[in-house]
């Protein structure tokens, strides 16, 4: 029997809402390819934006070798970000989550739309308005966090909230896979990471997703976030817990459990 896309979309996006872990999906069918993969990611996107919300970026995972030994997937994976996603303050209301985890991240706005299947890194930081300090905030909707390459895909690639610097850089000015990042959880260090962790490009990393959406007929939009993936580890994000990712070349950011 084929895979109902949209059923389990809503497996998925009913255990974000009730905050509860659920089963993979990959134990509860014969197989799973990244295809049907992909294709409840994009039924769970189409629940989200029938209910309001609007699609405002896109997002890259397990593009950094720390975070591909973390979850034991090898693979890079892209999802979406719709205004939901972004937090408006440093607070992430852990109210609203299961167990969430934060991991810093470098972030592209675009001045452009980006599509086709041969775009490059070049072509990415022409396109790119901004290049900005992130943190994002995981939430896997598995039990323990656990999953595989398709699991994780359906499920919007952990997605769940973004923290954004207030400002960033012009893509030009500095070298990416030079730029630095420190990042800390209640003052203490749990990683670093230059830019060339992830894929040995972060515009790369964004000229990558690029090619995948064209596989889908889909494209980046001028306006939109993109976030290329975590730099270093991610670390679970406990009430009043600060988590802080410095960069050498852009602002601070912070992200507070709350
Ligand atoms: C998957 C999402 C990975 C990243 O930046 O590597 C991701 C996960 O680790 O749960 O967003
Ligand atoms: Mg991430």
């Given at each position: 029997m084929g895979i109902d896309h949209r059923e389990w979309a809503a497996y998925l996006l009913d255990a974000a809402d009730r905050?509860?872990?659920?089963?993979p999906i990959t134990v509860q069918v014969d197989h799973l390819s990244t295809d049907d993969a992909y294709a409840i990611q994009?039924?769970?996107?189409e629940l989200r934006l029938a209910r309001g919300e609007v699609l405002v970026g896109a997002k890259l995972g397990l593009t950094s070798r720390a975070k591909q030994e973390q979850m034991g997937v090898t693979e890079p994976v892209y999802g979406w970000l719709t205004d939901r996603t972004i937090l408006a303050t440093d607070d992430v209301p852990l109210d609203q989550l299961i167990h969430p985890r934060v991991e810093p991240e470098?972030?592209?706005?675009?001045?452009e739309d980006l599509s086709g299947p041969d775009v490059t890194a070049a072509d990415v930081l022409h396109a790119s308005g901004e290049v900005l300090g992130g943190i994002e905030v995981i939430d896997s909707r598995y039990e323990a966090f656990k999953f595989t390459l398709a699991d994780v895909i359906a499920d919007n690639t952990s997605g769940a909230r973004v923290r954004l610097a207030s400002s960033g850089m012009a893509p030009g000015s500095a070298d990416l896979t030079t730029l630095g990042c420190s990042f800390d959880l209640d003052g203490v260090v749990t990683g670093t990471a230059t830019g060339a962790a992830l894929l040995g490009d972060p515009a790369g990393c964004v000229?990558?997703?690029?090619r995948h959406l064209?596989?889908?007929?889909?494209?980046?939009?001028?306006?939109?976030?993109?976030?290329?993936?975590?730099?270093?580890?991610?670390?679970?994000?406990?009430?009043?817990?600060?988590?802080?990712?410095?960069?050498?070349?852009?602002?601070?950011?912070?992200?507070?459990?709350?």
């Amino acid at each position: 029997m084929g895979i109902d896309h949209r059923e389990w979309a809503a497996y998925l996006l009913d255990a974000a809402d009730r905050r509860v872990e659920v089963n993979p999906i990959t134990v509860q069918v014969d197989h799973l390819s990244t295809d049907d993969a992909y294709a409840i990611q994009a039924a769970l996107l189409e629940l989200r934006l029938a209910r309001g919300e609007v699609l405002v970026g896109a997002k890259l995972g397990l593009t950094s070798r720390a975070k591909q030994e973390q979850m034991g997937v090898t693979e890079p994976v892209y999802g979406w970000l719709t205004d939901r996603t972004i937090l408006a303050t440093d607070d992430v209301p852990l109210d609203q989550l299961i167990h969430p985890r934060v991991e810093p991240e470098i972030v592209f706005t675009l001045a452009e739309d980006l599509s086709g299947p041969d775009v490059t890194a070049a072509d990415v930081l022409h396109a790119s308005g901004e290049v900005l300090g992130g943190i994002e905030v995981i939430d896997s909707r598995y039990e323990a966090f656990k999953f595989t390459l398709a699991d994780v895909i359906a499920d919007n690639t952990s997605g769940a909230r973004v923290r954004l610097a207030s400002s960033g850089m012009a893509p030009g000015s500095a070298d990416l896979t030079t730029l630095g990042c420190s990042f800390d959880l209640d003052g203490v260090v749990t990683g670093t990471a230059t830019g060339a962790a992830l894929l040995g490009d972060p515009a790369g990393c964004v000229a990558l997703l690029v090619r995948h959406l064209d596989r889908y007929g889909r494209k980046l939009e001028a306006g939109w976030t993109v976030l290329a993936g975590a730099l270093t580890d991610a670390r679970p994000l406990a009430a009043g817990a600060v988590a802080r990712a410095r960069y050498s070349h852009l602002a601070t950011v912070t992200a507070i459990g709350a």
